[in-house]
């Protein structure tokens, strides 16, 4: 995803763990900014030195309100996945799917809680409050819908696993 204002940098790295009995892919949404995020101390991961950049601080992307409002866009169909390695270049693995219609306007954090799986970010959209389920532990489709509030919409994407295989499966949800 990128930000429409150029200023932060977003991304996605899926991680597999092959070790043990089973394989585990974890979820790790990034950004890279050129100053610290205020209030996010408890999300920074860290520092690097970026050739032409400079110093950038690394952050957890659920923490961060440009990673959270173009995922909500991507959901709703308001942003385009971009290729990791290619400039301004569309990813067609990556896909969003939303039961919402109409124009959604800005999404901003209320509150970010860590859940077993998924980190959950409460958010205020014009449509009220929504959860934004950020996956952390990824599964390979289909999934359940699962109980509790509606789903909204999801964005789907591959990765590949600790053996090499590809895999497809949800990343994000809304749900009510």
Known sequence: ???????VGIEFM???DGAGDR?????VPLTYRGAPLDGAERALIGTSEHGV????WIYDGTHDPVLVERLY??????AVPQAQSESDTPDPTVAGWSAQTGPSGPA???????EPDTTDVL???????????VRRVLRPAPEPDGGGAPLLGHVTAEWTLADGTRARGRYAEIRA
């Open 1 to 7: 995803l990128d930000d429409p204002r150029g200023e």
């Open 14 to 16: 899926a991680v597999s």
């Open 23 to 27: 394989q585990v892919t974890y979820l």
């Open 53 to 56: 950049l400079g110093r950038r």
């Open 73 to 78: 866009a991507l959901v709703r169909g308001e």
């Open 108 to 114: 901003s954090i209320l509150t970010v809680s860590d």
């Open 123 to 133: 958010l205020r959209t014009p449509a009220g409050e929504l959860t934004l389920a």
